[in-house]
């Protein structure tokens, strides 16, 4: 069936540095997501991307749609502590059903002040 | 603006039991989305509610069933539970018109099986 891999699977970093994480699949997807979820929380949507190539940027959060729409990354520049979380991939085979989408495993990221 | 909202938040529960967990979509939102999170891993969804009806279903046994209501609030069913059915399970919500994928979860319910 249809899975995503993410990766790194966990990054543990220095306050100021910038992260990237990315997720990829042997399918096509018609939309890619990014989703952060904090300690007891649900996931709260980051970025959505609607066509291939996309590149959109929401703060120090930048993600883009690859061009083969097999794939998606997420740049955060200058993280803070408060970035501290896991990311989660998430794509839409455009079905008709807007509400199923395939997650990644997730990155979970730690940033030592 | 109440987001999505869910009950029980934590429940424990022993095998061959039943469970009922509740969901209130966001205001304005009348399509409800269900999703298991078993630790460590990203949600998978279980099945989407549409005008009172089962839209689309995941990879999920006959166990796992669902209702909406006539305000859209949903309700998910697990029968004979499994320890593996031990995990966090999300409600999401979204505008049936909305853009593909545009989710906004509850906090979810924290299910524990003995």
């Known amino acids: 069936g249809q899975q995503l891999n993410q990766s790194p699977q966990s990054m543990f970093i220095q306050e100021g540095e910038d992260v990237s994480m990315n997720c990829t699949s042997s399918s096509i997807f018609n939309t890619w997501l990014w989703y952060k979820q904090d300690p007891g929380e649900g996931p709260v949507l980051l970025i959505a991307?609607?066509?291939?190539?996309e590149l959109t940027s929401n703060g120090r959060l930048t993600a883009q749609f690859g061009i083969t729409r097999k794939d998606s990354f997420l740049n955060i520049s200058a993280s803070i502590p408060s970035d501290v979380g896991i990311y989660f991939c998430a794509a839409w085979d455009g079905s008709s059903n807007t509400g199923k989408l395939i997650f990644g495993q997730g990155t979970t990221l730690q940033v030592k002040p | 603006d109440a987001g999505v909202t869910q009950s029980p938040t934590h429940l424990i529960k022993t095998r061959g039991q039943q469970v009922t967990l509740r969901c209130s979509p966001k205001?304005?939102?009348?399509?409800v989305s269900w999703y298991q999170q078993a630790l460590g891993q990203g949600p998978q969804f279980i099945f989407q509610?549409?005008?009172?009806?089962?839209?689309q279903r995941g990879n999920f046994p006959d166990r796992f069933s669902g209702h909406q209501f006539p305000n859209y609030s949903s309700e998910l069913n697990v029968n004979a539970l499994l320890l593996g059915d031990s995990a966090l399970y999300l409600c999401a919500s979204s505008p049936d018109r909305g853009r593909g994928g545009e989710l906004f979860f509850g906090e979810g319910s924290r299910l524990t099986v003995l």
């Open positions: 205001s304005g939102h009348d399509t």
């Open positions: 509610y549409y005008e009172e009806e089962e839209r």
């Open positions: 991307l609607y066509k291939a190539g």
